[in-house]
């Protein structure tokens, strides 16, 4: 059973970082593209960021260009959201997700954590 669990959630003034950790029980990590979603109170999930197989490419949504890194480490089998100068509306709960190919689509995503909750105070 396939099992992500994302870490480094918290609370966090506005312009302050945090660093979002998603650890996966798969021994094919590697095969996969992994990306990151968000979703706020009485708001639909989003597509925060993504990355592909090897590391290669890199995909954002455009709200997080620039303040946003999506990295990966494939002999530790995790994901990482570098998340800078942080706003209070990236207040949400942050998903990550497993995929055959990089995509800001989540029903191309199979595995999904439980999320990890962000909240950035103003």
């Known amino acids: 059973q396939v099992q992500l669990v994302e870490s480094g959630g918290g609370l966090v003034q506005a312009g302050g970082s945090l660093r979002l950790s998603c650890g996966a029980s798969l021994r094919t990590f590697r095969l996969y593209a992994m990306g990151w979603f968000r979703q706020a109170p009485g708001k639909e999930r989003e597509f925060v960021a993504a990355i592909s197989r090897g590391g290669g490419s890199t995909y954002y949504t455009d709200s997080v260009k620039g303040r946003f890194t999506i990295s990966r480490d494939n002999g530790k089998n995790t994901v990482y959201l570098q998340m800078n100068s942080l706003k209070p509306e990236d207040t949400a709960i942050y998903y990550c997700?497993?995929?055959?190919?990089?995509?800001?689509?989540?029903?191309?995503?199979?595995?999904w954590g439980q999320g990890t909750q962000v909240t950035v105070s103003s």
């Open positions: 997700a497993t995929s055959n190919e990089i995509s800001s689509e989540g029903r191309t995503y199979d595995y």
